[in-house]
Every structure is written in C-alpha cells, then in structure tokens.
C-alpha cells in the first residue's frame, strides 16, 4: 500500500506529547468530536494567596477535588470528570474547577457535588494530607495520580492542595455557605 499526500498535509517534524521525536512528518488537521450531555458543576474558589499562583497549584487542586468527590458521594473516581476554566482565558486568579458526571446522561453526581461541597472539600484535603507517603513537591497514585492525567505527572504536587484546602477550610470561606452562589454555578 502507497501512502499518497492529501492536498491539505504539510511535511513537519515535530515531538510527540512526550516529548520524543515523531517519525510520522506529514501532518493534516482533523476535527474530532461528539456530543456528551451531562450534568456540569462550576466551582470557583478564591486564589487566598498569590503562593497558590504556579503552574502546578490549579491541576493539583483540580484533582484532589475530584478525589474528595469520588469519596464524598461513594462513587468511582472514573464516574467524575473534570477540567479547569479561566473566563477571560488568561488570568490565573479568575479560574474556575468544572466538574462534570462521566457518564452519559449524567448520574446526579454534579447536583450531589453542589449540594456538599464542603464534604467534597474536606475529603479532597484527607486525600493529599500525605498517608500516602509521597513527597509534598511531587504526586504518587495514592494520593492525585491516575491514568486520566498523566499528561501533568510531573507537575502534580499533592502539598500545594493540601496547604490551600486547609487555609480555605480555616478561613472565612468556612464560616459561609460553602453551596452559596457565590462559589457554585
């Protein structure tokens, strides 16, 4: 079988997500894509401190929340999925966590979420306390590692989550209805 060049490829080397060479230099764009209507929840949490403005502070807090919501509602961490959303694109301090039901059709876990964030967070900051014996400046899969996400391995640090969520369940934050619609959307 002959390969034949599309009129739209371009002979490009490049590196693979890892970070190895590719050997495949002819590159076309393909738009891949499907509907999945789910339930959605927005939390958006304040910043409290510019020590919680790194690269690794928001994918760390994104999955320590998923894994306090996977406790907190009994469910497999595989049945929450997640993302993280900045409104104007940029600004690291206006970062929202979207958590979503994986699951087609969606199972309530969203709603459920919403409705005991405060659980959610209290689990999430057990999950990164260090029970699970890794360091505080990387990740293992005891505490924020899974397959989903090892694209940010690297980068993961189970000690930034912890400092915030005991700093966010100490302060002000604490004392006001964790479900208001002030963090939740």
Not at 54 to 69: D, N
């Amino acid at each position: 079988m002959t390969k034949t060049k599309k009129s739209n490829e371009k002979k490009v080397e490049h590196k693979n997500k890892l970070g190895k060479t590719c050997e495949n230099t002819y590159l076309h764009n393909i738009h891949l894509g499907h509907d999945f209507i789910t339930d959605v929840v927005e939390i958006r949490l304040p910043l409290l401190s510019q020590t919680f403005n790194q690269k690794s502070f928001w994918p760390s807090l994104l999955y320590a929340v998923m894994e306090g919501a996977s406790i907190e509602l009994g469910v497999a961490r595989s049945e929450i999925g997640g993302c993280l959303y900045r409104a104007d694109g940029v600004d690291v301090t206006n970062t929202s966590i979207i958590l979503y039901d994986d699951v087609p059709g969606g199972a309530g876990h969203a709603k459920k979420i919403s409705q005991n964030l405060r659980g959610v967070l209290e689990n999430a900051k057990l999950k990164v306390v260090g029970t699970c014996g890794c360091g505080e400046d990387t990740s293992c899969y005891g505490c924020l590692r899974g397959f989903e996400n090892q694209f940010y391995h690297e980068i993961l640090q189970r000690g930034i989550a912890h400092e915030y969520l005991s700093k966010l369940l100490k302060s002000s934050y604490s004392k006001m209805d964790m479900n208001s619609h002030e963090l939740i959307k």
